[in-house]
């Protein structure tokens, strides 16, 4: 059974940092793209961060601010997150094996989601 497990999130200061890690059990980790996508209250999803073997990309709102690394030996993606901004506050979480819907991008598995809050 796949399962991801998304931990880390909390509350954070404006220009402070979180990690966020992602654990992942059930498959080969090592074989897939692991991704994080956000999701603001009213808003709808946003990709965030691909992470592969050997790439990672990100989404222009965090490129510079955000990396994101793999232990393939732990089974674990983290999403390390600086100069937080009042606008990063949501939930994410960390998915696997996306696919186009028709209208957008939409991932097969999921994890529980892990709430992070950027305020004063």
């Known amino acids: 059974e796949v399962q991801l497990v998304e931990s880390g999130g909390g509350l954070v200061q404006p220009g402070g940092s979180l990690t966020l890690s992602c654990a992942a059990s059930g498959f080969p980790f090592s074989g897939y793209w692991i991704y994080w996508v956000r999701q603001a209250p009213g808003k709808g999803r946003e990709w965030v961060s691909s992470?592969?073997?050997?790439?990672?990309d990100y989404a222009d709102s965090v490129k510079g601010r955000f990396s994101c690394s793999r232990d393939n030996v732990k089974n674990t993606v983290y999403l390390q997150m600086n100069s937080l901004k009042p606008e990063d506050t949501a939930i994410y979480y960390c998915a696997r094996d996306r696919f186009w819907n028709g209208r957008e991008y939409d991932y097969k598995y999921w994890g529980q989601g892990t709430q992070v809050t950027v305020s004063s």
């Open positions: 992470s592969g073997s050997m790439t990672t």
